[in-house]
């Protein structure tokens, strides 16, 4: 186990601490009894919506409840991360951390091959900070090109349209960071 509860332990702990059974949690919090078993496990994650409406039953707030639950995701295992939907045969977007909580920023991989293109992002919330590991790229901030090479980095608020495009002769990677979290997993 790692460092905290997990969510799942943690509702079956204040459960047990009210005194109700799976079965009594399930039906005040219109739920079914299979799926808080599967939440207290940890094989399933409620929503945030269907998380609140446990913890009205059990009289615990939301930001209590997270007060004191740390990430889950210290270590980002190459096995656990996850293709993005928005990922093509081209351009492969990695979650490498899609499993924590309480993140003020979301790490990501992109993978380009040769004339390939990020999709582009209208302005949004936000800054990105990005690293090129692999390549030479073209970082396009509204119609402002910047070329980089492989080492280079770059930084910019989320307000303006962008995009990556790999204008070299390989494929590229890079590390991109978003804050604060963009992505639903």
Not at 8 to 15: A, D, I, N, V, Y
Not at 54 to 74: A, C, Q, W, Y
Not at 123 to 137: K, P, T
Request: charged share 30%; net charge neutral.
């Amino acid at each position: 186990m790692e460092n905290g509860l997990r969510i799942g332990e943690k509702l079956r702990k204040l459960r047990m601490e009210s005194g109700l059974t799976q079965e009594e949690l399930a039906s005040r919090s219109y739920l079914t009894k299979g799926f808080i078993s599967q939440v207290e496990r940890d094989l399933t994650s409620p929503s945030i919506a269907t998380l609140k409406s446990i913890l009205d039953v059990l009289g615990v707030e939301l930001s209590e409840f997270f007060r004191d639950v740390e990430t889950n995701s210290v270590v980002g295992a190459e096995k656990h991360r996850i293709l993005s939907s928005t990922s093509t045969d081209d351009c492969e977007i990695y979650y490498l951390l899609p499993k924590a909580t309480g993140r003020l920023m979301d790490p990501v991989l992109v993978r380009l091959k040769q004339g390939a293109r990020t999709p582009e992002e209208d302005s949004h919330a936000g800054e990105e900070f990005g690293f090129v590991l692999r390549g030479r790229i073209t970082l396009w901030l509204d119609r402002q090109a910047y070329r980089l090479k492989n080492g280079d980095c770059f930084y910019f608020k989320s307000s303006v349209r962008h995009f990556v495009e790999n204008v070299g002769k390989t494929n590229a990677e890079v590390l991109w960071i978003i804050s604060p979290t963009r992505f639903e997993w």
